[in-house]
């Protein structure tokens, strides 16, 4: 994948995957006598070594003659026996949710956090059955207020899942609430991974960014132009007052905004780097502008680097 970098410079930013059985019946006992002299108009010979009247041959008993094919049967039939494995249900497993900046997770809202389990399971159900998802994994970034609720999801990273699948699970978290975290906002990141037998067959998602490197994706001038206007608007989110709890003035700065945005056009993750403001109301904001679909196109799947700088109010 290639890396772009896409610089603008706004007031006040600076944007810079079938056993033959033997013949039944006894044969007939022999009853013609022994005669010396030869019967000119038959052509037989008495054996001089069997005479039928001293050495008659026995007919076979019935048992013996039943046995004999169950002999023959037993040792010609060969039995296989095959196991089958089930398969292995899908499942969708929540990490333990971690803190971003300094300081823990009240244990009530780790509670409540991964309380989403169950819907998050729903929303891969549903993939799978209208996506044919498969296996993958993706991080969410949230933004929690200081009362406790969750007031901002964004997809940090995702890879081999559709965007089906990462827009529900983001949905599941909104508006979760578990009572007070502290004086301020905190941004906690949840990791998702997702399990399952995938047929051989299986085609992964067009939305769907892969863990490996596309080595014939191309940005494109019309995605270039776009992501520029999209930076634009995040330039807005300086403007934003501050969250209670945060710092009401911001100091001048730079921030990076990594992105990976799949063929189709949607974004796989939007990551915040170097964030010189410590300010989660700015960060959420800057994540979920840049965040949304593009109907400009990529070649393939590229990793996109947007600098911002601000200068200070």
């Known amino acids: 994948m290639k890396s772009s970098t896409l610089l603008s410079a706004l007031f006040p930013l600076v944007l810079g995957l079938g056993l033959a059985l033997p013949a039944s019946g006894a044969p007939k006992k022999a009853t013609a006598k022994a005669d010396v002299k030869k019967d000119p108009k038959k052509d037989s010979k008495k054996d001089p070594k069997k005479d039928p009247k001293k050495d008659p041959v026995p007919a076979p008993s019935a048992s013996a003659s039943n046995e004999a094919p169950a002999t023959s049967s037993s040792s010609s039939a060969t039995t296989t026996t095959t196991t089958i494995e089930p398969p292995r249900p899908a499942i969708a497993h929540l990490g333990r949710p971690q803190a971003l900046r300094a300081g823990g997770i009240p244990k009530a809202l780790e509670a409540s956090l991964l309380g989403v389990g169950p819907a998050v399971q729903a929303c891969y ?26 007031v901002s999801v964004t997809v940090a990273a995702s ?9 529900c699970a983001r949905d599941a978290f909104a508006g979760i609430a578990a009572g007070p975290v502290g004086p301020s906002p905190l941004e906690v990141l949840v990791p998702i991974a997702f399990d399952r037998d995938v047929p051989d067959d299986a085609v ?33 989110c300086f403007k934003r007052p501050a969250a209670p709890g945060e710092a009401p003035t911001l100091k001048g700065g730079k921030v990076e905004i990594s992105m990976r945005i799949a063929s189709d056009g949607s974004v796989c993750g939007v990551a915040i780097l170097g964030d010189a403001f410590d300010r989660p109301s700015l960060t959420s904001c800057i994540g979920e502008t840049m965040s949304g679909a593009y109907s400009e196109k990529p070649i393939g799947i590229v990793d996109v680097i947007v600098p911002l700088e601000f200068k200070g109010n």
């Open 159 to 167: 890879h081999e899942i559709s965007s089906r699948l990462r827009a």
């Open 204 to 236: 992964r998602p067009v939305s769907a960014c892969p863990v490996g490197v596309d080595e014939g994706a191309e940005m494109t001038d019309a995605l270039r132009g776009a992501l520029k206007d999209r930076a634009a608007r995040a330039a807005f």
């Open 125 to 150: 159900d549903e993939a799978i059955a209208k996506e044919g998802e498969g296996v993958g994994s993706m991080d969410l970034r949230l933004e929690i207020d200081a009362p406790g609720r969750v």
